[in-house]
């Protein structure tokens, strides 16, 4: 989206000190903080990136939020998919227009809106309907209601099986993902991919011990850690804080069996 800011637009706020809020313009709306107070009809009409000053003379740059200024700052229910994790789910389960993706264990819907902005068709399975809710308002707020069409949460939990077949991706954030090992296999095409992340190297383990004797194979488990670097004039160094550990996802392709009806050969692990 582009172009001038309007009425039901979230928008990021940031001040002369880089500090960053989000909020949602509405006319007559107003944006309260130690800095006064900023009128949301100053930035209704306005072209992305204005500037306008809060009642104390307090500048604020207003832009639309990018999904990393988005997932970090929106209102959550649970422990978000950090940005870093999110990029790679969407390479290691080849999201792309069109698929068709099962995603259980939504949360606040960081990785739901991820999904549908790269144009996936996508369903959830979430235990709780508060959680259910928020992803839903939260994937609206981003995308908006017409690629939020593409979107459906249904309150149920994936440990009693899959109702959806044939589909190119199943995307777990959930305590035991070995236990959906079999309803994958039920519900993906062939050449389909399951995802997983999980906090613990503990439960990742278990995960691919559950891919023996599946039809799943091409296993691997990876770990990404972030370090931004201070560059300021030719003072050059690694920050002291980064992103570190968050998640291990481990994916897998649904192989099954060659002609013949012999299993397909293991990778090495």
């Not at 309907?129 to 149920?156: C, I, K, M, S």
Request: aromatic fraction near 6%; glycine fraction near 10%.
């Amino acid at each position: 989206m582009s172009g001038r800011l309007r009425s039901g637009d979230q928008v990021l706020l940031v001040d002369s000190k880089g500090r960053q809020y989000l909020a949602v313009l509405r006319p007559g709306g107003e944006f309260h903080s130690h800095t006064g107070i900023m009128a949301h009809d100053d930035v209704l009409g306005a072209e992305e990136g204005v500037t306008v000053r809060s009642t104390t003379g307090a500048r604020y740059t207003v832009m639309r939020p990018s999904l990393s200024d988005f997932v970090l700052r929106m209102p959550r229910g649970a422990q978000v998919i950090y940005p870093k994790d999110l990029g790679a789910i969407l390479v290691l389960a080849d999201i792309h227009p069109g698929v068709r993706v099962l995603e259980a264990g939504v949360g606040s819907g960081a990785l739901s809106m991820t999904l549908v902005r790269a144009g996936a068709r996508v369903v959830g399975y979430e235990l709780r309907p508060d959680f259910a809710e928020r992803a839903r308002e939260n994937v609206a707020a981003l995308v908006g209601a017409e690629a939020a069409e593409r979107y459906r949460v249904e309150e149920r939990d994936v440990y009693d099986g899959i109702a959806e077949d044939s589909l190119d991706a199943v995307l777990l954030d959930l305590p035991e993902p070995w236990r959906v090992v079999k309803p994958a296999e039920e519900a993906l095409r062939p050449g389909g991919t399951l995802v997983a992340y999980t906090p613990s190297i503990v439960q990742a383990a278990q995960l691919r011990q559950a891919f023996d004797g599946s039809g799943f194979e091409l296993a691997q488990t990876v770990e990404h850690l972030e370090r931004t670097w201070h560059i300021e004039g030719q003072a050059v160094r690694p920050d002291h804080r980064m992103v570190a550990h968050t998640g291990f996802l481990t994916s897998a392709r649904l192989l099954g069996s060659i002609p013949g009806g012999v299993k397909a050969p293991r990778t090495p692990r």
